[in-house]
């Protein structure tokens, strides 16, 4: 397996001046990628889009995608390595949250769902967030241990595509990372019983504030809470491209190998 650098996704900052507006040259190889070319041209897209109290001409909304190609010759020799390359190119570029993604999941009867969780792990394992295991898609996990990861870092015309089985996270992993959370989000974790259906804010709040009482300083980390890992079986690499040629590259798993496939746009 070859070497990558780690991601601190703990500690992913959300910096203040979105630097997407601006032009963006990155060092490295195969890292020009089209980032819009001022401020005038993102705004341009929308305006095209939003003239106020009309609805949006969405089928008139589309923009150019410039830039060098993404060839099998740029691609790290595992998709870790190229994700972690990626994923720092997105923060060099000022995305928000380039760690928040798109999970999909689907229950056994096939009924599909998706929601916005945060990356907080990745490495050869696989890709790691937190949530509660009695939410619906902890239920849908536990019914159907599949699931489909999406980064869409559209700002530089890029989107990470995965998917794999799921397995949770040791309950030592989950814990420390509970006790890494801030004293609020501990307690909300106890609060929320997520995706279950609440009489109102007042019921929510209270159930907050009697939790707080309860544990004013040290919070147990709750055992229906914890990590999932997607182990990635497939990790597909799309960029923009001139005339909707876009390039998409492959890496899938086969026979203790990353094979690498271009698929059609
Ligand atoms: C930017 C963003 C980040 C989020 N991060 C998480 C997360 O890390 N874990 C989580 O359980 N929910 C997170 N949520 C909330 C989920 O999108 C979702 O509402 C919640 O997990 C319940 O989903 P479910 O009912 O499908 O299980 C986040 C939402 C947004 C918009």
Same mark, same amino acid.
């Given at each position: 397996?070859?070497?990558?650098?780690?991601?601190?996704?703990?500690?992913?900052?959300?910096?203040?001046?979105?630097?997407?507006?601006?032009?963006?040259?990155?060092?490295?190889?195969?890292?020009?990628?089209?980032?819009?070319?001022?401020?005038?041209?993102?705004?341009?897209?929308?305006?095209?889009?939003?003239?106020?109290?009309?609805?949006?001409?969405?089928?008139?909304?589309?923009?150019?995608?410039?830039?060098?190609?993404?060839?099998?010759?740029?691609?790290?020799?595992?998709?870790?390595?190229?994700?972690?390359?990626?994923?720092?190119?997105?923060?060099?570029?000022?995305?928000?949250?380039?760690?928040?993604?798109?999970?999909?999941?689907?229950?056994?009867?096939?009924?599909?769902?998706?929601?916005?969780?945060?990356?907080?792990?990745?490495?050869?394992?696989?890709?790691?967030?937190?949530?509660?295991?009695?939410?619906?898609?902890?239920?849908?996990?536990?019914?159907?241990?599949?699931?489909?990861?999406?980064?869409?870092?559209?700002?530089?015309?890029?989107?990470?595509?995965?998917?794999?089985?799921?397995?949770?996270?040791?309950?030592?992993?989950?814990?420390?990372?509970?006790?890494?959370?801030?004293?609020?989000?501990?307690?909300?974790?106890?609060?929320?019983?997520?995706?279950?259906?609440?009489?109102? *804010?007042?019921?929510?709040?209270? =159930? @907050?504030? &009697?939790?707080?009482?309860? +544990?004013?300083?040290?919070?147990? !980390? #709750?055992?229906?809470?914890?990590?999932?890992?997607?182990?990635?079986?497939?990790?597909?690499?799309?960029?923009?491209?001139?005339? *909707?040629?876009?390039?998409?590259? =492959? @890496?899938? &798993?086969?026979?203790?190998? +990353?094979?690498?496939?271009?698929? !059609? #746009?």
């Amino acid at each position: 397996m070859s070497r990558y650098r780690r991601v601190n996704l703990t500690s992913t900052v959300v910096v203040g001046c979105p630097g997407y507006l601006r032009n963006a040259v990155y060092p490295g190889r195969g890292c020009c990628v089209g980032v819009l070319s001022s401020a005038q041209e993102y705004r341009s897209v929308d305006s095209a889009s939003h003239t106020e109290g009309s609805a949006p001409d969405l089928a008139a909304l589309r923009r150019a995608y410039e830039g060098r190609p993404l060839l099998e010759s740029d691609l790290a020799a595992d998709p870790i390595a190229q994700f972690t390359a990626w994923f720092a190119e997105a923060e060099a570029a000022g995305i928000p949250e380039p760690n928040a993604m798109i999970v999909a999941t689907s229950s056994l009867g096939g009924r599909p769902s998706a929601r916005t969780v945060l990356l907080k792990d990745v490495d050869a394992r696989g890709f790691v967030f937190y949530t509660n295991y009695e939410s619906r898609k902890g239920r849908d996990i536990a019914e159907n241990p599949r699931a489909s990861l999406l980064f869409p870092w559209h700002p530089i015309r890029r989107q990470v595509r995965i998917e794999g089985r799921v397995v949770r996270v040791s309950r030592e992993e989950s814990a420390a990372y509970f006790e890494s959370r801030p004293y609020g989000s501990r307690i909300g974790a106890w609060a929320s019983r997520q995706s279950a259906v609440v009489g109102s *804010r007042e019921d929510l709040d209270a =159930r @907050y504030a &009697a939790l707080a009482a309860r +544990w004013p300083d040290d919070v147990p !980390a #709750p055992d229906f809470w914890g990590g999932f890992r997607v182990v990635h079986a497939e990790v597909e690499f799309w960029q923009g491209g001139v005339d *909707r040629m876009h390039d998409r590259l =492959r @890496y899938r &798993a086969s026979e203790g190998q +990353w094979l690498v496939e271009r698929l !059609a #746009p």
